[in-house]
Structures are given as C-alpha cells and as structure tokens.
C-alpha cells in the first residue's frame, strides 16, 4: 500500500509512535477495498486509517485506552469511519473470518536496549506476545486470508519461524536491515486444512 502523506496524523503521549517497522508492514500489505481487516494493537491507527481510506471495513483494537482514543481522533480528523474496541491480542475478539489481520507486535526483549515499555517489550525473551498471536491468529483469517506481522532479529527468532513454519503459508517476506538490528515483515496465508 502507499503511503499516504496526506493523513493528518496526532500521536498522543504514551503511543507507539510509527516507525520503521510501521512503515515496512504499510508498503506490505495490499488490499484492493471492500476487505474486512482487523487490526491488533493499534496504536496511533495508522494502519487502520491507511486501510479505511482504502474502503476497508476496520476494527482497530489495543489494550491501552489512549492507544484507542487516539485512533478514534485521528479517524475523525480524517473522516474516516474505523470501529475500535478494547482487546488484548484476541481476548476480546468473536471468531468472525476476517479477510485480513494486522499486527505490529511488540518485538524486543524486556529491558534489554530500550527502557520497559509495552509499546515494544514483547515479554522476557522478546517474542512471547508475537508466539501468542501467532499461536491463534489463524482461526480468526478466512481460508484465504492474509496476515501481516514482524518480528526483530534483536529477539529469537527460532519459536517464531517455527510456529510460522507448522501453521501458515509464507508468501511475501520482506527485511529492512540496520546496523543493530534486521526487521523482517511477512504476509502470511493460513496452511489449506
């Protein structure tokens, strides 16, 4: 998807503001209008606002209430029309079929470079939250659903390719690489039953 410049875009203290890896998971994903999409951990609603400008149907959740504020500000200084609720990964989420899920998933080690914060700290080794989502994220896709997430050569990598390995399909990988760390962004289909 492109990059639309034009969105204007407030990020409230406290919310992930969108970086690079937002940015690689954005030029990823393809949608073509009408994809009912649902998005974890929303943040400043970046992604949803790309998708809805797109005549998507969005239901953007996050577990931290200024995290859904401050997408349902910035749906309205665009307006747009973006559903939001309050979930931790699919805690609060029914088993609909969605065309599209999209995760920009907390991805470092706690304390390790960054001092601890949710908005990156995936757990202890680094990848327990992007483990979780991937552990049930495919009963929620349709048969032929995508899945957009990333993940950090900063955390393990082994259980996540792993568990990629055993439940979905890979079919566009992308890496952008720094001198301290390589962000990895899939597109993922669920393996055929």
């Not at 200024?66 to 910035?74: H, I, Q, S, V």
């Not at 990333?150 to 955390?155: E, G, I, K, R, T």
Request: net charge negative; proline share 4%; aromatic share 8%.
């Amino acid at each position: 998807m492109k990059i639309d410049n034009e969105l204007d875009i407030e990020i409230y203290e406290g919310v992930y503001e969108p970086s690079d890896d937002t940015f690689l998971l954005l030029s990823m994903i393809d949608v073509n209008g009408g994809e009912e999409i649902l998005e974890i951990g929303c943040g400043s609603g970046i992604i949803s606002l790309h998708c809805s400008a797109q005549n998507c149907d969005v239901l953007s959740v996050d577990k931290d209430e200024r995290a859904l504020k401050n997408t349902k500000t910035n749906a309205r200084k665009n307006d747009l029309n973006i559903s939001v609720k309050k979930s931790h990964l699919f805690s609060n989420i029914t088993k609909d079929d969605w065309d599209m899920i999209i995760f920009n998933p907390p991805y470092l080690p706690k304390g390790g470079i960054l001092p601890e914060d949710d908005r990156w700290d995936g757990g202890k080794r680094g990848d327990e939250v992007i483990v979780r989502f991937l552990e049930d994220a495919g009963e929620y896709l349709k048969p032929d659903g995508k899945l957009y997430t990333c993940y950090s050569s900063l955390s393990p990598t082994e259980r996540i390719e792993e568990l990629i390995e055993k439940k979905y399909r890979i079919t566009k990988i992308e890496q952008k690489d720094f001198f301290f760390e390589t962000l990895y962004g899939l597109e993922l289909n669920k393996e055929k039953e």
